[in-house]
């Protein structure tokens, strides 16, 4: 191991405007920076996962793609989800799944409460050009 990813007091010390993001995004990550710069906000694999969403929840910027998101890979929830994400969606619809969020959703009820492997593994079924190495 050589590098490590910057700690949010490192990020916290950037200069906001030289960040290449739309304002929005610009504030959702700075915003994000500062709460766990400063403890507000913890996103650990020992955080307690029903909490961390609605505090991400409550930070400008944050939906539930990008809260399921957190919670899958920095949370470690296994049973995080998200039926929005077009990968999933058109896995899904290639599978012969429900394909809207809803139906998605109600169909996934099954798997819980491992639906981040079924989220990792219906990314893989997706033709995107993410999912092949390059030759």
Do not use: K
């Amino acid at each position: 191991l050589t590098h490590l990813f910057p700690t949010a007091g490192a990020l916290a010390g950037l200069d906001p405007e030289a960040l290449a993001l739309p304002r929005t995004r610009r504030t959702t990550l700075t915003t994000l920076v500062a709460a766990l710069a400063e403890d507000r906000l913890r996103l650990d694999t020992d955080t307690e996962w029903e909490r961390a969403r609605a505090e991400l929840a409550a930070l400008p910027g944050f939906g539930p793609w990008t809260i399921e998101s957190i919670a899958m890979r920095a949370l470690g929830d296994p049973d995080a989800f998200l039926p929005t994400d077009l990968g999933i969606r058109r896995a899904a619809e290639r599978l012969g799944l429900p394909a809207t969020p809803a139906a998605l959703t109600a169909r996934a009820a099954d798997w819980r409460p491992w639906r981040a492997y079924a989220v990792q593994y219906l990314w893989t079924v997706d033709d995107h050009p993410i999912n092949h190495l390059p030759a």
